[in-house]
């Protein structure tokens, strides 16, 4: 009798066993850190102490983000824009972040699951080669182009690590967002953060708060509020089942936005002119009458008042010194370049070189302020090629999710809003080296905002999934599409 109880009771068991196994060893795995950490505490240095705090939130933080994965693109927005300081000044927060969720990413799919699964997607092809250029450049550039010491190599590797942490975010959303219910969190966190930042921007004498809460580069990256006019809009004027509180909220918000931007900020080209390009896109996708009304209107102004514009506008502050320099750093990197134009000089290298060319009768050091003429100039002709080609690629995968995603509700306009923000972005890639930060400029620590826009064109990966799947949709967008949920 005891051994027809024992043994269901023993299959029971094991059962059990191996269905849990993963929740069983996270739990071990923190009960012995946390063990550890006891039994340490009295022995190390106090200098150490909040290190060993910190290993176990590290690995509780890390049984939830295996668990639940999207919870880490959330602390990223989260961190990357509230943390005001780096824990390591060289590489930054946001990269120390999305390389530890690429580090458990890949342990879920090895240690855990034991199986590799990627997205896919055309996009990737070009983004692939563009790293593999990228990686050839590296290796070229340590051949003595010209008789000057190159950039050292902690800046030549930096140059890389930029271009791999935003590679694996925009991999990152594509495949561990699986529920729209994930993506709106990352627009309304985005939203609700950017709200926050306006409401105290407009406000007198709020600057010391402002900066105990966000980041310098919030301010001063033209990602942050590309991003925001994109998808404020979006949400605003195209997702019709957001209240009309909620709308005229967001309709504030891009106000004080361009109030700020085109105010206080109007000598900043790149802080207004590619939110204005999203927003001119924005509205002749989702309301094309409209918008050509406004652009016959807006254009005839422009004409009447061009001069005025331009004055106000254009050559403000140092702009008009600024785009002459410009141009002529454009030349000489030009000039620079073509001892090597198939695959550039490698990452950083070139402005290590630009002392032997005068600028303007100056032999100093300068850097580019595009994100093209970096690309050429660092991985060639070749990057360029892969990058122009990515650029097409996620181009038109966001025309395409706009023809067959439902025309109302928060897909809709997410997919409207990364439209335009996409354009826009790398229209402001002409500015300055905003979605691909150059190590020697804006610096690896501004992926606090270049990060934004890989994020969200992740974002565009993840919703095709959902189409095709038909899976983390909400009822309401399958009942538009005429489907249902498959039943894998």
């Given at each position: ?20 196994r993963v929740i069983l060893q996270q739990t071990v795995i923190v009960i012995a850190v946390l063990l550890a950490s006891l ?401 020697y400029n804006a610096t690896i620590r501004s992926l606090r905002t270049s990060i934004l826009p890989w994020l969200f064109m992740g974002g565009l990966l993840a919703v095709e ?24």
């Amino acid at each position: 009798m005891i051994r027809l109880i024992e043994r269901p009771l023993v299959r029971f068991s094991l059962h059990w066993l191996n269905d849990h196994r993963v929740i069983l060893q996270q739990t071990v795995i923190v009960i012995a850190v946390l063990l550890a950490s006891l039994a340490l505490g009295a022995r190390l240095p106090s200098r150490l102490a909040p290190l060993l705090l910190g290993l176990p939130v590290i690995l509780v933080g890390s049984s939830l983000l295996l668990r639940w994965p999207p919870l880490g693109l959330l602390a990223l927005i989260s961190i990357a824009m509230l943390f005001p300081s780096e824990i390591i000044h060289n590489i930054g927060v946001t990269a120390l972040i999305v390389m530890g969720l690429t580090g458990l990413w890949f342990f879920d799919m090895l240690v855990i699951k034991r199986q590799l699964t990627f997205v896919q997607s055309r996009t990737l092809s070009p983004l692939l080669l563009f790293l593999g250029s990228t990686i050839l450049a590296f290796l070229n550039g340590q051949f003595p182009w010209y008789p000057v010491q190159p950039a050292p190599l902690d800046a030549q590797v930096g140059g890389i690590l930029i271009l791999v942490v935003v590679i694996c975010a925009y991999l990152l959303v594509a495949n561990h967002v699986r529920d729209v219910r994930w993506l709106k969190a990352m627009v309304y966190l985005l939203l609700g953060i950017g709200g926050v930042f306006m409401f105290l921007r407009v406000l007198p004498g709020t600057g010391p708060l402002m900066r105990r809460i966000f980041n310098f580069y919030i301010a001063s990256g033209s990602m942050f509020w590309t991003w925001i006019v994109a998808m404020t809009a979006s949400q605003a004027l195209f997702n019709r089942r957001l209240t009309r509180n909620w709308r005229l909220l967001l309709g504030a918000l891009l106000m004080a936005t361009f109030y700020v931007a085109l105010g206080e900020a109007r000598d900043w080209v790149s802080g207004w002119f590619p939110p204005l390009v999203a927003l001119l896109l924005i509205l002749w996708l989702g309301a094309p009458r409209q918008a050509l009304l406004l652009a016959l209107l807006g254009t005839a102004g422009f004409l009447v008042q061009l001069d005025n514009i331009a004055a106000k506008f254009l050559y403000v502050g140092d702009n008009e010194y600024s785009q002459m320099t410009r141009l002529e750093a454009w030349r000489i990197i030009g000039e620079i370049v073509k001892v090597s134009p198939i695959l550039g000089l490698g990452p950083a290298n070139y402005s290590f070189y630009t002392p032997l060319f005068p600028i303007l009768g100056w032999y100093v050091q300068f850097n580019s302020h595009n994100n093209y003429v970096d690309i050429v100039a660092q991985t060639g002709i070749l990057g360029l090629i892969f990058m122009l080609w990515f650029i097409v690629e996620i181009t038109h995968l966001a025309w395409r999710l706009y023809l067959i995603t439902p025309k109302d509700g928060f897909l809709y306009a997410f997919v409207i809003g990364s439209f335009g923000g996409i354009v826009a972005t790398f229209v402001s890639g002409l500015l300055g080296d905003w979605f691909l930060p150059y190590v020697y400029n804006a610096t690896i620590r501004s992926l606090r905002t270049s990060i934004l826009p890989w994020l969200f064109m992740g974002g565009l990966l993840a919703v095709e999934q959902m189409l095709l799947t038909r899976t983390g949709l909400e009822q309401a967008d399958l009942e538009q599409l005429g489907d249902a949920p498959s039943s894998a």
